[in-house]
């Protein structure tokens, strides 16, 4: 399993890539892959990274693993394909920016979010089917942490995304170098049917603080 990654992210984590942790990584996903169905495709597994043009990265939301179910994971988090029925967390989120924008966004495929600079970043970035949190254990989420410490202190005046507990976790690797850091509750039924989601208005929040940064607003619909 070779790392597909655009040259820029290469260069920008090539200490990663070489540590030992990651070559285990990369050994004991070769083996889950050749044992059991895993998911995202192989080759989607860096996706995230390769969507995401580095010079124009401006937001970061951060998930915990991909979707465990047949066609599902795409390499984004929270996104699936166009074809495919919405998962309810990404219902939820669809809600909340029809509740800021007034316009309900049709496409399940969130590419377009990342061709413009926004990091789609699962924690840990394969999952076994039907096991969610089944690849834990492989070490994920020490690259991930890392890449997300690398690039707030790479990079100035970001949004970072932190929904739910497990992402509100990951704010201890976020430098700070003038980054805005927006918390809720997750997009889940479970937490969202709580009031822990809905009216956070954080794609709002995070497209005035972009413009106020004099960045380019996200077109989120």
């Not at 996104?79 to 966004?105: A, C, H, M």
């Not at 410490?149 to 509100?168: C, D, H, P, R, T």
């Not at 980054?179 to 709002?204: R, T």
Request: aromatic share 12%; glycine share 6%.
């Amino acid at each position: 399993m070779s790392v597909r990654i655009s040259e820029p992210w290469k260069k920008l984590l090539q200490n990663e890539f070489n540590s030992d942790y990651f070559l285990d990584i990369i050994d004991k996903t070769k083996q889950e892959y050749n044992n059991f169905k895993c998911f995202p495709k192989g080759k989607n597994i860096f996706r995230a990274f390769d969507s995401c043009p580095l010079e124009k990265l401006k937001v970061v939301i951060i998930g915990q693993d991909p979707y465990h179910g047949d066609n599902q994971a795409n390499g984004l988090c929270f996104s699936v394909e166009n074809e495919i029925e919405n998962p309810p967390s990404l219902v939820n989120i669809f809600k909340e920016l029809d509740t800021n924008y007034g316009e309900l966004r049709l496409k399940s495929d969130l590419s377009d979010w990342a061709d413009q600079g926004v990091l789609l970043l699962n924690s840990v970035l394969t999952v076994r089917k039907r096991f969610p949190g089944s690849h834990k254990y492989i070490g994920w989420e020490k690259f991930t942490d890392n890449v997300i410490n690398i690039i707030s202190i790479e990079k100035k005046g970001l949004v970072f995304m932190l929904w739910g507990n497990y992402a509100k976790s990951k704010e201890k690797f976020i430098d700070d170098n003038d980054h805005l850091i927006l918390k809720s509750g997750h997009p889940s039924p479970l937490s969202a049917n709580k009031g822990y989601w809905f009216g956070n208005s954080h794609f709002k929040k995070c497209n005035e603080f972009l413009i106020k940064n004099n960045s380019i607003p996200v077109n989120w619909i």
